[in-house]
């Protein structure tokens, strides 16, 4: 993995929610905390184009987010807060299936590739079950697994474990730690993110501190009090 | 999330939905070109043998088909104040055999295969270099997929003036849900985008 924000900032209308940040990411497992409105948000989906820059320059293995934007796309894949709104399709393999469409594969690869991934998550026996019969850890299962199966190499994840009872939280973060992909991690779980290669706290739109979790930690908790 | 469609393995839905949809089509022309009385009211009750078909309890189709019936029942009620009794009921018993078909299909396709028919049927568009057939395709998937949505977004709204002794009125329903709808249109767009799936060829 490796992304790059140069001198990149973002402003929605007039006002700069994320101020100009230049840094490189090539960690496995990037955590991404701060306080609500910090702009964190904003700088996830800049790395995968939903947002774009309003100046400097923001890429994703060398592909440009504005230029390359399909390709950047195909490179992340992204977890919304709320995956009922991830999920297109009310089947769950049928909407695993929509993210396929455009490799044009016959209908026997793409039922085994739908197949290897829910297996993946072990969610195959929730092929024919409609979303909103699931629970909310098999929700964020099935919206993994509707991202991975067009195997971007990176994860963006926006709170993973927002609304999760523990069962269900403990369940997201074994997935997240078996992850063979890159992943970038929102959260305000630290417990989540406390073990991971790196730490960015955002703060008021700016990047307030970057390094190891115990440190990144402590200075959000000098933050936050 | 909800889902107009209902899983079972009935005639209608082993057909295949491109048959399916060019009997609707078929279906749609025969009721307007008929004007008989008769043979609509016959046309009327074969539409709601093939809705009974889905196995479907009365509860079940009174809330699925209700907006869409007091539409036309209001349609009904008009015509026969601005025209004949025969023409009124003539208005009523197409649009109700309309609804049941389209119901019925609706029932029992995925949202997956009409995409898959509507992209089929929006090829030559695409061949002209007029838009993209699979965003033609998922345009109507989505709409399909987010009725029941719309509708469920209405009731909790409802309920929420219910839950706080106030009575619901057309203006306090239209301006939270419509600020909610495009919020979460927001949300699913950057959803579509995100998993890169507009612009499919």
Redesign the interface.
């Known amino acids: 993995m490796d992304i790059r924000f140069e001198e990149a900032e973002a402003r929605f209308e007039k006002r700069l929610i994320l101020h100009p940040l230049t840094l490189s990411l090539s960690e496995r497992r990037i955590g991404v905390i701060g306080l609500n409105g910090s702009g964190k948000t904003t700088f996830v989906?800049m790395i995968?184009g939903?947002v774009t820059p309003s100046s400097g320059r923001v890429s994703v293995n060398g592909f440009d987010t504005i230029k390359d934007a399909?390709r950047v796309?195909?490179e992340t894949?992204?977890i919304?807060q709320?995956p009922?709104?991830?999920?297109?399709?009310?089947?769950l393999k049928?909407d695993i299936?929509?993210?396929l469409?455009?490799r044009k594969l016959s209908r026997e690869l793409t039922d085994a590739a739908v197949e290897a991934v829910l297996s993946r998550f072990g969610i195959a026996h929730l092929a024919?079950r409609?979303?909103?019969e699931l629970s909310g850890g098999e929700l964020q299962l099935a919206a993994l697994a509707?991202?991975l199966v067009?195997k971007p190499g990176i994860l963006i994840m926006d709170e993973p474990t927002n609304q999760l009872d523990l069962r269900n939280r403990n369940l997201v973060q074994f997935t997240i730690d078996g992850l063979e992909e890159s992943v970038i991690v929102i959260s305000h779980d630290l417990d989540l993110v406390a073990d991971f290669d790196r730490l960015l706290l955002f703060h008021q739109g700016r990047l307030a501190a970057d390094g190891n979790a115990s440190d990144v930690i402590s200075r959000y908790r000098e933050i936050a009090a | 999330?909800?889902?107009l469609?209902v899983?079972g393995d009935s005639l209608l839905h082993r057909l295949s939905p491109r048959l399916k949809l060019l009997l609707l089509a078929g279906a749609s022309v025969a009721l307007f070109v008929v004007s008989s009385l008769p043979l609509l009211g016959i046309m009327a009750v074969c539409s709601a043998g093939l809705y009974a078909m889905l196995g479907l309890s009365l509860r079940d189709s009174w809330q699925r088909l209700r907006p869409i019936l007091l539409t036309i029942v209001i349609v009904a009620l008009f015509t026969l104040l601005v025209d004949t009794p025969v023409q009124a009921a003539t208005v009523l018993l197409r649009l109700t055999s309309l609804m049941l078909l389209a119901a019925a299909i609706t029932a029992t396709t995925?949202?997956?295969a009409f995409?898959d028919e509507i992209t089929w049927l929006a090829l030559p568009l695409e061949r002209l270099g007029l838009m993209k057939a699979?965003d033609i395709g998922l345009s109507v998937?989505?709409v399909i997929?987010f009725v029941p949505e719309v509708l469920l977004r209405y009731i909790s709204i409802r309920d929420a003036h219910y839950a706080r002794g106030l009575k619901p009125r057309p203006l306090t329903l239209a301006v939270p849900m419509i600020i909610l709808t495009l919020r979460?249109a927001d949300?699913?767009a950057?959803?579509?985008?995100?998993?890169?799936?507009r612009?499919?060829?």
Do not use: C, W
């Open positions: 989906r995968n939903l399909d796309r195909a894949g992204f919304f709320n009922q709104n991830q999920i297109i399709l009310p089947i049928e299936a929509l993210g469409k455009s024919d409609r979303a909103h509707s991202v067009s | 999330m909800r889902t469609y899983q995925g949202i997956g995409i699979s998937g989505l997929r979460s949300e699913i950057a959803a579509i985008d995100a998993r890169g799936l612009g499919q060829k």
